[in-house]
């Protein structure tokens, strides 16, 4: 079992920052690709950001690429999201996951088994 714990949200103006963190629970999370993914009212979860496990892979959503950056400190079991340029249409509550499969596909939801409870990211215009 894995447990993830998202922090960081709350409400910023349009062109702002904010940084999410997502910690881990287990000793083995530098064996863990990790994934953000964000989910707006009325839309289906969408996939911001991946990371692989020594980081050395990074993918991204074309909608935030340039702006939001994924990063890890294994030595802390967290993952970050560091968000500027934040746009209104960036609302959503923001969501980690991992799992501890091989993780083939970062894009896909189904991919990964385990789901934070979700961080509230509110970027007024």
């Known amino acids: 079992q894995v447990q993830l714990l998202e922090s960081g949200g709350g409400l910023v103006q349009a062109g702002g920052s904010l940084r999410l963190s997502c910690t881990a629970s287990?000793?083995?999370?530098?064996?863990?690709?990790m994934g953000w993914f964000r989910q707006a009212p009325e839309k289906e979860r969408e996939f911001v950001t991946g990371i692989s496990r020594s980081a050395d892979k990074l993918y991204y959503a074309d909608s935030v690429k340039g702006r939001f950056t994924i990063s890890r400190d294994n030595a802390k079991n967290t993952v970050y999201l560091q968000m500027n340029s934040l746009r209104p249409e960036d609302t959503a509550v923001y969501y980690c996951?991992?799992?501890?499969?091989?993780?083939?596909?970062?894009?896909?939801?189904?991919?990964?088994?385990?789901w934070g409870q979700g961080t509230q990211v509110t970027v007024s215009s």
């Open positions: 287990g000793r083995t999370f530098s064996m863990y690709a």
């Open positions: 996951a991992t799992t501890l499969n091989w993780l083939s596909d970062y894009n896909r939801r189904d991919e990964y088994t385990y």
